[in-house]
T-cell receptor
Framework: GAVVSQHPSRVICKSGTSVKIECRSL??????MFWYRQFPKKSLMLMAT?????????EQGVEKDKFLINHASLTLSTLTVTSAHPEDSSFYIC?????????????FGPGTRLTVT | AQKITQTQPGMFVQEKEAVTLDCTYD???????LFWYKQPSSGEMIFLIY??????QNATEGRYSLNFQKARKSANLVISASQLGDSAMYFC??????????????FGSGTQLTVLP
């Protein structure tokens, strides 16, 4: 099956710094990527949807200037948490799908655990 | 707007027995897809099963089956012959549109399943 990777798997950063999380589709072209955030024991909350080559669509309440999403190629999307604060500590998961194929399949990355100290 | 409801925060089942995880949904879209994912403590989202709203038969994948009752708007997951490795968080999710829809998944709050030896 298709594989989506995320890097890094874990990151600890200091308050006020920025951190970039990469999401790559390894064997398919991801025309659409989704970024989710998950707090412990909670559900996945969609942050934004990005289509290759266009600006991301953010969900209500998600600060687009704080969570910068770039989807510059068909295999890579990045989420940059700018000026991170402890409340940004969370589990971030991306998922990807190939919109050119008529399939229900959507592939998730393994997630990135961000801790802001 | 779409809404997914999972009313069981936690469930216990004896090893080798079957268990049903409940999921109800609400949508105004005539076409939609229903998904179940398993999330072990490692955090990865593992796809289990998919049911399209127009599918005539209930979906099955190995030990997993989806009890789809469209009129009641329910999509319960049945796991037969539970194994210790089935212990995990289980999420029900829905996506509007047909199988090729590029729209995002909406997740339920999840059910933590514990399989007892």
């Amino acid at each position: 099956g298709a594989v989506v990777s995320q890097h890094p798997s874990r990151v600890i950063c200091k308050s006020g710094t920025s951190v970039k999380i990469e999401c790559r589709s390894l064997d398919f072209q991801a025309t659409t990527m989704f970024w989710y955030r998950q707090f412990p024991k909670k559900s996945l909350m969609l942050m934004a949807t990005s289509n290759e080559g266009s600006k991301a669509t953010y969900e209500q309440g998600v600060e687009k200037d704080k969570f910068l999403i770039n989807h510059a190629s068909l295999t890579l999307s990045t989420l940059t948490v700018t000026s991170a604060h402890p409340e940004d500590s969370s589990f971030y998961i991306c998922s990807a799908r190939d919109g050119r194929v008529d399939t229900y399949e959507q592939y998730f990355g393994p997630g990135t655990r961000l801790t802001v100290t | 707007a779409q809404k997914i409801t999972q009313t069981q925060p936690g469930m216990f089942v004896q090893e080798k027995e079957a268990v049903t995880l409940d999921c109800t949904y609400d949508t105004s879209d005539p076409s939609y897809g229903l998904f179940w994912y398993k999330q072990p403590s490692s955090g990865e989202m593992i796809f289990l099963i998919y049911q399209g709203s127009y599918d005539q038969q209930n979906a099955t994948e190995g030990r997993y089956s989806l009890n789809f009752q469209k009129a009641r708007k329910s999509a319960n997951l049945v796991i037969s012959a539970s194994q210790l490795g089935d212990s995990a968080m289980y999420f029900c999710a829905m996506r509007p549109g047909g199988s090729g829809s590029a729209r995002q998944l909406t997740f339920g709050s999840g059910t933590q399943l514990t399989v007892l030896p």
